[in-house]
C-alpha cells in the first residue's frame, strides 16, 4: 500500500475525529466538552459502557469463593443454634454437652471474627482459610460425637468437603486430611471400647467390630467423595470461565479491527480526481487526491526534476477564511520545525501571501499501523517494542520544538521498511499558540485522546504520549483500552476510568500492567515525562525488569485508578 504524507482527517479544530460508526453529540466548544464527558456520568443518563473488562477464570472463582465462604459460615451458625436448641430434648452425657456446647460457641465467635474480615477480599488467603476449616472440622466432628459417630451425622463434613473442594487454596488438603483423621480417631475410640459410644442417637443394638469397620470405611469414603467430586466441579467452572473469556476477547479484537476497517472504508471512498489534479502549484505536479478532510487534500504530486511528493493544500472555498489559512500555514511551520527521522520530512512550503497554500511532504511508500494490525491483529513484542521506540523519538523532537500532535493514531503512523514515522500535524499545536485558533474547543480522535485533551484543557508532549501508551496497548494486546457506544460514552472511559489490565488480554509480564498504569495515568503529572523515558521502561516491562521505583508508582496508581475487572 502506499501512504501519502498527512491524510487530513480532522481539519476543522473544533470537531473532534471520530469514526464514522460513533454516533452522538460532539463538543464543539471549551464550555461543552466537560458536558461531552459529563454526559454519559452514571445517574444522569443511562449507564455508560466505557469499556469491557476481562478477568481471569481464577480470579472470577475466587471471587465467588469468598462469597460462598461468608455465606458458609452464616449457615454454620444457624446449624450451631438448632444443635443447641436440640439439647434439652435430648440424652446425652454431661461431658458430652458440654464439649459440644463449648465447640460451637467457639465456632461461633470464631468464624465471625473471619466472616467480617472477609468483606476485604484481599484478606481472604491459605491461612485464615486453614485456621477457619480445621478448627470447623474438628467442632464439627465433636457435634458427629454427640450425635452419633455411625449415623447421619458424618453428612454434615460431607457438605463442608464438597465446598472446601471447590477451593483454589492448598488449605483444601488439610481440611480433608483433618476430616479423615478425625473421625478415624473417633471411629478407633470406640471400636476399641476405650469408651461408649456417647451418640444420642447410636443404636442400642450391639454391633460386631465388621459392622463398625463397615461404618467407619463408608465414611472415609463418603469424605473422599465429596472432596474430589468438589473439585471436579471446579476444574470445569474453570475450563467454561475461559472458554468464555477467549470467546470474548476474540469478539473485542474484531471489533476494534471493525473499527478501523470502516474507517478505512471511509478514506478509500475518498481517492480520486480534485480539483486541482492535473495542475502545478509550487513547482509540483498534481496528481490524483490521495487524502481529504474537512478543509484539505492531499495529492499525489511530482516535482520538477521527477521526485515523487505528497501534497496538501486548502479547499478552494477556505481560501477566504483568515483563520483556516492560518492554521493550515501553523502546520507547515509545525511539521518543518522537527528534526527526526521519524517524522514525515517537509520538502516545501507556500509563501504566506500564496493564492493557494500548499504544503509538500514527501512521498512514503509503506504501511499504515492501521492496516498492519487490521491484518495481524496485534504486533509480537519486539515489532511492539520498535514501534513504541521510534515513535516516541519522533514525539521527542516535536515536544523538543515545543510542537504537541493530538491526533496520534494508527492511521496517522507509517512503516516504510523498518523506520516507523508520523504523519499529519494537522491538528497540532504550537506551546506559544496554545488555543489561539482552536478557541479551547476539543481536538483529536476520542479512542486516542489524554484526559486533559477530552476535557478541552491545556495539553503538552505528555498528552501524545498517552496517546502512544494507547497505541502500545493496543498491538500489545489487540484490543483498544477505551470504547464504548458513543463519543460521551468514550470520552468518559477516557477521563474516568482504566482499561483492563494488559496481562489479561495476551501472555505480558505483570510489569506491563504497571507500565501501562503509569503511561495511561489521568494526571500528566504522574506519567512518563519523555518518550525516551516510556519507551526504554517499556523494554524494562517486557522483560519482566521493570525498575523498583517505577513499579512502586505504578502500584500507588492502580491503587487510586484500579483497572477495570468487570466480567
Partial sequence: MEVGSGRPTT????????PSDLAGPVPTTADAAPTAVDAARPGDHATPLPTAA??????????????????????????????????????????????FVGAL?????????YHQAFRDPRKFGPRPLFVLGVMSTINTHIAILFFGAFTIAPVLIVIGLHFIG????????????????????????????????????????PLGIVD??????????????????GRSQRLISLRSIEQLQRATRVASQRAALLDELRIDLARAQQVGAGRYTEQTIGGYRLGAVIGRGAHGEVYEASSASGDAAAVKVLHHEHLTDPKLVAR?????????????????????????????????????????????????????????????????????????????????????????????????????????????????????TPQYMAPEQARGIRVDRRTDLHALAVLAYRVLTGRNPFGGPDTPSILYAVVHTMPVRPSLLANLDTDVDRWTAIALAKDPEMRFPTGAILAGALADALRG??????????ERLIGEAPWQEVV
Fill in 328 to 444: 493550515f500555514l501553523r502546520e507547515a511551520r509545525a511539521t518543518i520545525a522537527i528534526a527526526s527521522p521519524h517524522v514525515v520530512r517537509v520538502l516545501a512550503t507556500s509563501d504566506p501571501d500564496a493564492a493557494v497554500p500548499f504544503l509538500a511532504m514527501e512521498r512514503l511508500r509503506g504501511t499504515t499501523l492501521a492496516d498492519l494490525v487490521r491484518r495481524t491483529g496485534k504486533l509480537s513484542t519486539e515489532d511492539a517494542l520498535a514501534f513504541v521506540t521510534q515513535v516516541a523519538v519522533g514525539l521527542d523532537a516535536a515536544g523538543d520544538a515545543g510542537i504537541v500532535h493530538r491526533d496520534l493514531k494508527p492511521h496517522n503512523i507509517v512503516r516504510e521498511g523498518m523506520t516507523w514515522k508520523v504523519l499529519d500535524f494537522g491538528v497540532a499545536t504550537l506551546t506559544e499558540h496554545t488555543n489561539t485558533l482552536t478557541l479551547g474547543g476539543i481536538v483529536g
Fill in 11 to 18: 481539519d476543522d479544530p473544533t470537531v473532534v475525529d471520530r
Fill in 545 to 554: 525488569e521493570l525498575p523498583p521505583e517505577w513499579r512502586h508508582a505504578a
Fill in 166 to 205: 471447590r477451593s483454589e487454596l492448598d488449605a483444601r488438603r488439610a481440611v480433608w486430611w483433618t476430616a479423615g483423621i478425625c473421625h478415624g480417631v473417633i471411629a478407633l475410640v470406640l471400636i476399641s471400647g476405650v469408651i461408649p459410644d456417647p451418640g444420642v442417637f447410636a443404636t442400642a443394638r
Fill in 54 to 99: 476481562i478477568t481471569t477464570a481464577a480470579e472470577a472463582m475466587r471471587d465467588e469463593e469468598v462469597q460462598r465462604t461468608r455465606l458458609f459460615i452464616r449457615i454454620g451458625w444457624l446449624a450451631s443454634l438448632a444443635g443447641m436448641g436440640a439439647i434439652p430434648f435430648v440424652d446425652s452425657e454431661p461431658w458430652m454437652i458440654g464439649a
Fill in 212 to 229: 463398625y469397620v463397615l461404618g467407619a470405611i463408608y465414611v472415609q469414603a463418603a469424605y473422599a467423595l465429596a472432596y474430589h467430586t
Fill in 105 to 113: 460457641v467457639i465456632g461461633m465467635v470464631v468464624s465471625f471474627g
